[in-house]
């Protein structure tokens, strides 16, 4: 079995965001998962949050 490892960092600039870390979190679990095939395997799929400038 193989197993890989993606780090992607996602930088977002404007308003202040309303939504709680863990609802950022789950939006971006949920949005990226739907982009894998399951016939590949399901992703395990983890969320860091760092906010800055707040």
Do not use: N
Request: charge should be negative.
């Amino acid at each position: 079995m193989e197993e890989q490892i993606i780090t992607i960092t996602i930088r977002t600039k404007g308003e202040t965001c309303e939504m709680s870390d863990d609802a950022i979190r789950e939006w971006y679990e949920q949005h990226v998962a739907a982009l894998f095939d399951p016939r590949y395997g399901t992703p395990a799929i983890q969320v860091d949050v760092q906010r800055v400038g707040r």
